[in-house]
């Protein structure tokens, strides 16, 4: 039945209750006034509802969202359970007890897949039981003021590695390294050995541009074939 249709019967009933045809100036201006249009409407509240991410409010205090059926934008704080970092764009779900006091849940679609963040305000642990945790990518970056591993036994393999740093300290019970080839290149040199340290070697090469000093309680100096001395000046004793 149309709005027309329903004041004409409104009409006829009042005319009817009245005696006559003229209704009274209050039932009037009841039919006068104009019917709630459906299009304007409020959809009632199912307890959740999908939008759109149009700003990030500063300082952590939520984002502004737009509903996808249209009206009044939402303000909403993101929930604990979700970790990804909603961006612009992205078409997110929000739920709550009613539409002054909505949350995000989750964001559905993000605007740009190629950049993901996992954001949260406190510490965050990634903690496994039984199985174990993986990290498989192309290009893996860790940025940290300060960083600490405690690993009980580690096994790196690995096409190359370059270390830079202004201080390296290794503190430990014992070093093997098995290299085809050592090259150390330094400005100063310091070892210092309190029991034995033994050298085998093919050939050994030392020279020193201003001085070479071999000192001990007893030195033995042999060779099975040639012993050869040779400068300007040779003191002995």
Same mark, same amino acid.
């Given at each position: ?6 004041? @004409? $019967? %409104? ?12 209704? $009274? ?22 307890? $959740?509802?999908?939008? /759109?991410?149009?700003? %990030? ?14 009206? @009044?934008?939402?303000?909403? #704080? ?9 961006? #612009? ?13 909505? *949350? ?12 993901? !963040? ?19 990518? #192309? ?8 960083? !600490?591993?405690?690993? %009980?036994?580690?096994? *790196? !393999? ?15 019970? /014992? ?17 210092? /050995? @309190?029991?034995? @340290? ?10 020193? $541009? ?28």
């Amino acid at each position: 039945m149309t709005h027309r249709a329903i004041r @004409e $019967s %409104a009409r006829a009933i009042v005319g009817v209750a009245a005696g006559d045809d003229t209704p $009274s100036p209050d039932m009037e201006a009841l039919l006068r006034k104009p019917l709630p249009s459906s299009a304007t409407a409020v959809s009632p509240w199912t307890g $959740s509802a999908l939008g /759109t991410v149009v700003q %990030a409010l500063a300082d952590g205090g939520g984002f502004l969202v737009a509903p996808q059926d249209g009206g @009044e934008r939402w303000h909403c #704080p993101r929930a604990a359970s979700c970790l990804l970092q909603p961006s #612009p764009g992205d078409t997110v779900l929000v739920a709550g007890p009613h539409r002054d006091q909505l *949350y995000l849940i989750a964001v559905v679609t993000q605007a740009d897949a190629s950049q993901s !963040r996992i954001v949260t305000d406190g510490d965050l642990t990634i903690s496994s039981r039984q199985g174990r945790i993986a990290l498989d990518a #192309p290009t893996l970056t860790l940025q940290a003021q300060k960083a !600490r591993l405690d690993i %009980a036994d580690m096994d *790196y !393999r690995g096409a190359e590695v370059r270390v830079t740093t202004l201080v390296a300290r290794f503190v430990g019970r /014992t070093l093997e390294t098995v290299l085809d080839r050592l090259s150390v290149l330094t400005r100063s040199s310091f070892r210092l /050995t @309190e029991e034995v @340290e033994q050298v085998r070697a093919g050939q050994i090469d030392m020279q020193a $541009s201003e001085t070479l000093r071999l000192h001990a309680k007893n030195t033995l100096v042999t060779s099975k074939a040639l012993v050869k001395v040779d400068a300007e000046q040779i003191h002995m004793g």
